[in-house]
């Protein structure tokens, strides 16, 4: 309707302004010219006019079209979580996010649980030193979030890891009591054929949770597994079946 609307007013407008010119015997540049030349040109002027009026009317159409929801819509913003299905089940998601200073990039694999979704979550910030840093934990949730900005109480397990990949590639493990570190291991991982002897088991992770008074529901996860696939396949493996449930603790 408003499309109608806004094509009756612009054919009135070009009507009126084509007679007004066309009408006219003027004096260009102080010389005369002769009715037909004079309307020859002024034709050409009115055509130009309205060739510049049809796009005009174009892009208000296009613009109403829009507010009408006859268009596609927008694509979705870039901090809406768009999840997908995992190879090898459960539901993933990688997005950038902004941190104070620097970019991360966020991937996060969830499977369905006793108190609503398990999930692994991936953090890779802007490079750290000479190596690349993984930030990898574990959490539980209500529910799948449907954007980022979306607030979904997440309960975090105190214990969580970091892989370091560049000139010293090594996997620290860590125990966190709000944002102080209480324990601490870093496993070398460059020529080692040992890692697997010095990483925490899942009874020296619960016991130490009890000793410092931390809920020990969610502990331990296999985090040297989860690192060695993001090591040699990238954080886009969350999504794969090199990844499953068992490798968390739940």
């Given at each position: 309707?408003?499309?109608?609307?806004?094509?009756?007013?612009?054919?009135?407008w070009?009507?009126?302004?084509?007679?007004?010119?066309?009408?006219r015997?003027?004096?260009?540049?102080?010389?005369?010219?002769?009715?037909?030349?004079?309307?020859?040109?002024?034709?050409?002027?009115?055509?130009?006019?309205?060739?510049?009026?049809?796009?005009?009317?174009?892009l208000?159409?296009?613009?109403l079209?829009?507010?009408?929801?006859?268009?596609?819509?927008?694509?979705?913003?870039?901090?809406?979580?768009?999840?997908?299905?995992?190879?090898?089940?459960?539901m993933?998601?990688?997005?950038a996010?902004?941190?104070p200073?620097?970019?991360?990039s966020?991937?996060?694999?969830?499977?369905?649980?006793?108190?609503?979704?398990?999930?692994?979550?991936?953090?890779?910030?802007?490079?750290?030193?000479?190596a690349?840093?993984?930030?990898?934990?574990?959490?539980?949730?209500?529910?799948?979030?449907?954007?980022?900005?979306?607030?979904?109480?997440?309960?975090?397990?105190?214990?969580?890891?970091?892989?370091?990949?560049?000139?010293?590639?090594?996997?620290?493990?860590?125990?966190?009591?709000?944002?102080?570190?209480?324990?601490?291991?870093?496993?070398?991982?460059?020529?080692?054929?040992?890692?697997?002897?010095?990483?925490?088991?899942?009874?020296?992770?619960?016991?130490?949770?009890?000793?410092?008074?931390?809920?020990?529901?969610?502990?331990?996860?296999?985090?040297?597994?989860?690192?060695?696939?993001?090591?040699?396949?990238?954080?886009?493996?969350?999504?794969?079946?090199?990844?499953?449930?068992?490798?968390?603790?739940?």
């Amino acid at each position: 309707m408003a499309g109608d609307m806004i094509g009756r007013e612009l054919g009135r407008w070009t009507y009126k302004w084509r007679t007004a010119r066309t009408g006219r015997e003027g004096v260009l540049g102080g010389g005369t010219h002769s009715r037909t030349s004079g309307r020859n040109r002024q034709q050409g002027m009115i055509s130009l006019c309205n060739w510049r009026a049809l796009i005009a009317a174009n892009l208000i159409l296009t613009g109403l079209a829009a507010c009408d929801g006859e268009t596609a819509k927008s694509p979705a913003s870039p901090d809406e979580a768009s999840w997908r299905p995992a190879r090898g089940g459960g539901m993933y998601s990688e997005k950038a996010a902004l941190a104070p200073g620097r970019g991360i990039s966020i991937a996060e694999r969830c499977w369905r649980g006793d108190a609503g979704f398990d999930c692994l979550e991936v953090t890779r910030p802007t490079a750290h030193g000479n190596a690349a840093r993984l930030e990898i934990s574990w959490y539980q949730v209500p529910r799948l979030r449907s954007s980022a900005s979306e607030p979904v109480p997440k309960r975090r397990s105190p214990y969580n890891c970091k892989l370091y990949i560049g000139a010293d590639n090594r996997v620290e493990e860590q125990i966190l009591n709000g944002p102080e570190r209480v324990e601490w291991n870093v496993v070398q991982l460059s020529g080692a054929s040992d890692a697997r002897d010095k990483v925490w088991l899942p009874q020296y992770v619960e016991d130490q949770l009890k000793y410092h008074g931390l809920p020990a529901a969610l502990g331990h996860f296999w985090c040297l597994d989860v690192a060695e696939v993001l090591r040699a396949e990238g954080i886009g493996a969350l999504s794969t079946t090199w990844i499953t449930k068992d490798m968390l603790g739940a």
